[in-house]
């Protein structure tokens, strides 16, 4: 993630990762949800954290999942079911889960069709937030698979040259095994930035950056300046003249592959809040699954030793600053901000909660 969004150093506040579980899991359990729900929205959480994904972990995300709970928008027992199927595919209405149960078990159904057909693909209707896109997309790597997850994040970024909010923030990940190398694990959003990290940026007192946003009126804000009160998200690219027009593409595609997919319209007229779509990939159903790794090490080696331009230290590639964060993470503890902090102890007061940072 950007500095711009790490807490500073004379700020940050370390929490162990296993504090930071148990805490998350209570909280869940008192929202309602069942135990085994609670471990595993709560691991999706501090995936997050411990990856330098301060933008959905739990000092983000939770409070947001609180709010939803409280509000009854989330179902904390949901009794999911599959209403459409054709072999390695099929539909999933979530009943309102929360995205950090629904996810992972459309997903798991995602890889055992492709251990069957070599493919398989789940669209899952009414799925709350997720988290982080590449959690479900790295759960393939466990099994030698190839993951592809992509949700339809809020209807917050305008169309190229457009002013209206019409396209959700839409992420996409993509995780690849490797033998020996960390494992390549994109994950973005189709947004200029994600929508999660403008709020990390206003707790932060930091303004945005060029090609973030635009004005209420569509103009794109091309220097940096306070966050404005009203804005719109820009696609992927910013502006017209470096590449709007492919995050604008790419925001459109996802829209139709999770929520008009999942047959819940789409944009402003979606009928649901978010949908979700799963791939997972069996590479030996493809190629040899040795060669396949031996090849991916090969080239993530080339990527991460090739020579860096002036002035950067490195080449990085997708997951390996995050695999690199997380070692840190889990010996020195978790960098929470102040506030953060603050929010926890009031919650898990007033839901009865043991308070353990």
């Known amino acids: 993630m950007l500095e711009h969004f790490h807490v500073p150093s004379d700020l940050e506040?370390?929490?162990?990762?296993?504090?930071?579980?148990?805490?998350?899991?209570?909280?869940?359990?008192?929202?309602?949800?069942?135990?085994?729900?609670?471990?595993?929205?709560?691991?999706?959480?501090?995936?997050?954290?411990?990856?330098?994904?301060?933008?959905?972990?739990?000092?983000?995300?939770?409070?947001?999942?609180?709010?939803?709970?409280?509000?009854?928008?989330?179902?904390?027992?949901?009794?999911?079911?599959?209403?459409?199927?054709?072999?390695?595919?099929?539909?999933?209405?979530?009943?309102?889960?929360?995205?950090?149960v629904i996810g992972p078990e459309a997903m798991s159904i995602a890889m055992d069709r492709a251990e069957a057909y070599g493919i398989g693909a789940v669209s899952v209707a009414g799925g709350g937030h997720f988290g982080a896109a590449a959690y479900h997309a790295a759960m393939a790597l466990e099994r030698d698979m190839i993951g592809v997850a992509q949700t339809a994040g809020g209807v917050s970024v305008a169309p190229t040259h457009g002013s209206e909010r019409l396209i959700g923030l839409n992420p996409l990940a993509f995780a690849a095994p490797a033998r020996k190398e960390p494992p390549f694990i994109f994950d973005a959003s189709m947004s200029s930035v994600a929508g999660n990290k403008i709020r990390l940026a206003q707790r932060l007192g930091r303004g945005t950056l060029p090609g973030w946003v635009a004005e209420a009126d569509g103009t794109p804000i091309m220097d940096e300046r306070e966050i404005p009160e009203d804005y719109v998200m820009l696609p992927l690219g910013g502006t017209r003249e470096i590449g709007s027009h492919k995050g604008y593409g790419l925001g459109v595609m996802i829209e139709i592959l999770t929520t008009v997919l999942a047959g819940q319209g789409a944009g402003p007229d979606r009928r649901a809040g978010q949908a979700h779509h799963f791939i997972a990939y069996k590479i030996d159903a493809f190629a040899d699954l040795e060669v396949f790794k031996d090849d991916m090490d090969t080239y993530l080696r080339t990527l991460r030793d090739s020579k860096p331009a002036p002035d950067e230290e490195r080449v990085w590639y997708a997951g390996l600053p995050e695999h690199e964060e997380e070692i840190v993470r889990s010996e020195r503890g978790i960098p929470y901000h102040p506030e953060v902090i603050d929010w926890f102890e009031q919650v898990t007061k007033e839901l009865g909660v043991k308070f353990r940072f």
């Open 13 to 100: 506040m370390r929490v162990s990762p296993d504090d930071v579980r148990a805490t998350v899991e209570d909280i869940f359990r008192a929202l309602g949800m069942p135990d085994d729900h609670a471990r595993q929205s709560t691991d999706v959480l501090l995936y997050a954290d411990l990856r330098g994904i301060e933008s959905h972990g739990a000092s983000n995300m939770l409070r947001v999942y609180v709010e939803g709970f409280k509000a009854g928008r989330i179902n904390p027992n949901p009794q999911w079911k599959i209403t459409r199927e054709a072999a390695a595919v099929c539909t999933i209405d979530s009943d309102g889960a929360h995205g950090g």
